[in-house]
């Protein structure tokens, strides 16, 4: 059984509050207004412990820092490869590529990931 955590639980409830995927860094400069002793290694502890236990979601872009969503739930990402922005991308879910892979895997497939890319909203602005 899991310790409680006062710090673990704001970092997941400040997650809960966000849509914008924040970092580590972001994640521990809103924090320390709370908690002004806290760590930066306390909060990527915490942040991998919470993914480690599927109550929130470490997203990896390639772009920049890891991010972290509070929504555990399976849902896609778009990742902007110009500013690095994630974004959740409202759409249905696509359980059926499951089903294409385990034709062809002789293991077991039990779910899968897939973000897409580009560039967003923000980014294509100025070209217009």
């Known amino acids: 059984m899991l310790k409680y955590s006062r710090q673990r639980e704001s ?37 991998s412990l919470l993914t480690d236990i599927g109550e929130i979601q470490t997203i ?9 969503d509070g929504n555990a739930k399976p849902h896609y990402h778009f990742i902007c490869k110009h500013c690095g922005q994630v974004m959740d991308l409202k759409m249905q879910g696509l359980e059926h590529i499951n089903l294409l892979a385990q034709h062809e895997f002789p293991g077991i497939i039990e779910g899968h990931s897939v973000f897409f890319y580009g560039r967003c909203e923000a980014c294509i602005e100025p070209e217009k």
């Open 60 to 68: 990896s872009t390639g772009v920049g820092p890891d991010r972290f």
């Open 11 to 47: 970092i997941k409830k400040f997650l809960m509050t966000r849509t914008d995927h924040p970092t580590a860094e972001t994640i521990y400069e809103n924090l320390r207004k709370e908690y002004p002793k806290i760590s930066l290694g306390t909060v990527y502890r915490n942040l």
